[in-house]
């Protein structure tokens, strides 16, 4: 981590962090993320749909509908079909039925191992962080998790420690939700300073949309609690397609790799996202340039509400054939899904 301090936490850092203290509320991203647009109707008069209006799901279909500011202003101007639009708007596609769609697809439920622990792979724990995000995306595979009984951080963290403390073959610690980084920077140093005193814990990660839905949060004081942290530390950001990859978002990876942290992705293929070649391929060029290393792409978990995102497999395993041959194998992810009971996200098989 604190190896890479030298080649650059000087004086031209990018410009989310303020010159001066008093410049920018440190609070600032909290604002924004308070600020998110949670209601249908001024999502689409912002971006001149208003006649969407009559195929929004009524009641977001239980699952509210939330984006942020940042991300709404990468959005196309008039365009129904905007890739990002998309993600977050709440059709109602989503009230639909459909057999083989369930409430818990992955298995959360059956691999919860104490209070927001769910352990599904050898040496690595996955801490259900808090319920909330600054975007609920409508493919979300949590989107029916019981996050109110079910987050790490109530009662200080106090039983995921626990737990974690009496499992010495972890050796990786995952960060996940809903997102992480929704909760205050003190919150997350709270659970890792005693993190660090379990000494079979060797590499922290952390799971996080919000340096692309709220790139402002990637403040001074975020970097300084990176800084200093112990372990080598691996940040999983989560874009789906390239458009969602404005300069705010590169300033925040920038400002993370030059702060040690090292950067993947991973999207979920989505019909009427990015099940296209061209859009796959741009989305890994974009990831290179802003240092973010393509990791996963999921096919979508069978989660009721989401039908409408998925994409037949053949279809999905054509398309991932074509992009093995149009992108250096560095930029290629890993085409997974995830498989109930298996010891890892498998690769996906030609099936139906
Ligand atoms: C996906 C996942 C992980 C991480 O898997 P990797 O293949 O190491 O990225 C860990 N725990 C749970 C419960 C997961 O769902
Ligand atoms: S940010 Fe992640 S956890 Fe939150 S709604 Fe989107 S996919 Fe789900």
């Known amino acids: 981590m604190r190896d890479w301090d030298s ?14 203290p008093h410049a920018a509320q440190p609070e600032d991203w909290r604002r924004q993320y308070r600020d998110a647009i949670t209601d249908a109707r001024i999502l689409l008069a912002e971006l001149g749909l208003e006649h969407l209006a009559a195929r929004i799901a009524p009641d977001a279909a239980g699952f509210p509908l939330r984006v942020t500011r940042a991300f709404l202003a990468r959005m196309r101007h008039g365009d129904p079909d905007d890739p990002l639009l998309r993600q977050v708007l709440p059709l109602d596609e989503e009230t639909r039925v459909v057999p083989g ?46 996050y109110g009984e079910e987050a790490a951080a109530a009662n200080g963290w106090r039983e995921a420690l626990d737990w974690l ?29 005693t993190l660090r005193t379990i000494g079979h814990v ?46 705010d978002v590169a300033a925040a990876c920038t400002a993370l790799a030059r702060h040690g942290v090292r950067l993947y992705n991973q999207s979920v ?16 060029e974009r990831l290179f340039e802003l240092g973010v290393q393509p990791y996963y792409l999921h096919q979508l978990d ?11 497999d053949a279809h999905a395993l054509a398309l991932y054939e074509q992009l093995r041959a149009r992108l250096p194998g560095y930029l290629l992810p890993r085409l997974v899904r995830e498989m109930q009971g298996m010891p890892a996200k498998m690769p996906l098989q030609g099936t139906s």
């Not at 080649?7 to 001066?20: C, D, K, L, Q, R």
């Open 101 to 146: 769609f369930g409430l818990d697809a992955v298995g959360d439920l059956a691999a919860r191992d104490a209070r927001g622990v769910l352990h599904k792979y050898e040496g690595r724990a996955l801490l259900v962080a808090t319920g909330s995000c600054a975007v609920n995306c409508r493919y979300c595979f949590r989107r029916h998790f019981p």
């Open 302 to 312: 069978r989660v009721a509400g989401t039908a409408h995102f998925e994409v037949p």
């Open 165 to 193: 403390r009496s499992n010495p073959d972890i050796d990786e610690v995952l960060l996940s939700g809903g997102d992480p980084l929704a909760l205050s920077t003190p919150k997350l140093a709270e659970f890792t300073d």
């Open 7 to 20: 080649i650059g936490t000087g004086p031209s850092e990018p410009h989310m962090i303020p010159a001066s």
């Open 202 to 247: 060797r590499r922290l990660r952390i799971h996080s949309r919000l340096p692309v839905a709220l790139p402002a949060r990637i403040d001074a004081a975020l970097l300084d609690w990176l800084d200093a942290l112990p372990w080598p530390t691996v940040l999983v950001i989560h874009a789906n397609h390239a458009q969602e990859l404005a300069d």
């Open 269 to 284: 293929l989505l019909r009427g996202v990015n099940d296209s070649v061209d859009v796959l391929k741009t989305l890994s």
